[in-house]
C-alpha cells in the first residue's frame, strides 16, 4: 500500500499591478494578537488559480526586505480571480488574487535576503523556466511547420511547381525553422549548465548567522548567462513562430489550426522582462565589470533622472 501523502501544488504571487514604489510591496505580514496577518493585493500570480497553496512575497510591517508566506489557496480572506487577459498564455490562470487578514502560521514564513545566493539563483532560475518555455515554443513551430508541409498537395502558381515537400525554398524555411528551435534549446541548456556550477558553488559557502549564503561569482556569471539568454531566445522562438506562416497558404491563419498561438504564447513569455534592459546590464558587465543588481521588487519609479 502506498503511503505517500498527496502531492500538493504551489503558485506564485509576487508581482503588484502598481501603487508600490520601485523595491518595496504593499503587501504586508504583520504580527497582531499574537497571529501573523496577511493583506494585500497581488497580479501576476501565475498559477495560484489551479494550486493548493500558493508563495507570496509581502513587507514586514515596519521592517526592511521582504520576506515569503505560503497560504492555501483557499483558506479563509483568500480571493483568487480569473482575469487575465493576455493574447497569449492564456492557461496560465496569471491574474489576481487578494488576501484579506489571511492567518498564517510561523512555520510558513520564509525569510529572503535580497543580495543572497538564494535571491540570486532564485531570480535566474524563474527566467530559465520562462526561457525553456519559448526554447518548447520554438520546437513547436518547427514541428508544425515540417508536419504541415509534408502532407500540404497545394502549391501556388508563382511557384515552382512542385510539392511543398519538395521544393527547396520551402525546405529552406523549414530548415531555418529548425535552426531557430535547435539555437534556443541549445542556448538555454547552456544557461542551465552554469546554474548548476552556481548552485554546487553557494552550497560549499558558509551561511551567516540566519542561514543565508552569499552570492558567489559563479552565481553572477550564472546570472549573467541566463540575461544573455533573454536577449537572444526570445528573438529566436518568435521567429521561429513568425516564418511558421511562410510554410503555407492563407489556409495556415485559420482558426482551427490554431498555428498563431505559437507567436501569441512567446510574445507574452518574452514580455515579462524589457529585453533592452537586460542588453544594458550585460553591456555593463562586459565594458565596465558592472555584476547584476537587482532590486526587491517590481514597482513604479520614484526618480527621474536629469537629463544632461
Do not use: C
Amino acid at each position: 500500500m502506498n503511503s505517500r501523502p498527496p502531492e500538493k501544488t504551489v503558485g506564485n504571487a509576487s508581482t503588484e499591478r502598481g501603487g508600490n514604489a520601485l523595491g518595496q510591496l504593499n503587501t504586508v505580514l504583520s504580527y497582531e494578537n499574537e497571529a501573523w496577518v496577511l493583506n494585500g493585493e497581488k497580479f501576476y500570480t501565475t498559477g495560484t488559480i489551479f494550486s493548493d497553496y500558493t508563495r507570496v512575497s509581502a513587507a514586514l510591517q515596519g521592517k526592511p526586505g521582504r520576506v515569503f508566506a505560503v497560504v492555501e489557496t483557499k483558506a479563509a480572506g483568500v480571493k483568487v480571480i480569473d482575469d487575465w487577459d493576455g493574447f497569449g498564455q492564456r492557461l496560465t490562470g496569471t491574474g489576481t488574487t487578494i488576501f484579506e487578514n489571511v492567518h498564517v502560521d510561523a512555520v510558513d514564513i520564509f525569510g529572503r535576503e535580497a543580495s543572497g545566493a538564494e535571491a540570486t539563483h532564485e531570480a535566474s532560475f524563474f527566467q530559465l523556466v520562462l526561457l525553456a518555455v519559448l526554447a518548447g515554443i520554438a520546437r513547436a513551430a518547427r514541428d508544425d511547420a515540417a508536419q504541415s508541409v509534408a502532407k500540404r498537395a497545394r502549391t501556388f502558381n508563382t511557384g515552382s511547381g512542385l510539392p511543398f515537400r519538395n521544393d527547396p525554398l520551402i525546405q529552406e524555411t523549414v530548415g531555418r525553422i529548425a535552426t531557430k528551435a535547435f539555437t534556443a534549446e541549445a542556448t538555454v541548456l547552456a544557461a542551465a549548465r552554469t546554474l548548476d556550477i552556481a548552485i554546487d558553488a553557494a552550497v560549499g559557502q558558509e551561511p551567516d548567522e540566519n542561514g543565508h549564503r552569499p552570492t558567489t561569482f559563479e552565481g553572477h556569471l550564472a546570472e549573467l548567462a541566463v540575461e544573455q539568454a533573454q536577449v537572444s531566445v526570445p528573438e529566436l522562438a518568435i521567429g521561429a513562430a513568425q516564418q511558421l506562416f511562410e510554410t503555407g497558404g492563407a489556409s495556415a491563419t485559420s482558426t482551427s489550426k490554431g498555428l498563431d498561438r505559437h507567436w501569441r504564447n512567446a510574445q507574452t513569455v518574452a514580455t515579462h522582462n524589457p529585453i533592452a534592459f537586460r542588453a544594458r546590464a550585460i553591456g555593463d558587465y562586459f565594458i565596465n565589470g558592472t555584476l547584476p543588481e537587482g532590486l526587491n521588487a517590481i514597482g513604479d519609479a520614484t526618480t527621474v533622472p536629469s537629463i544632461t
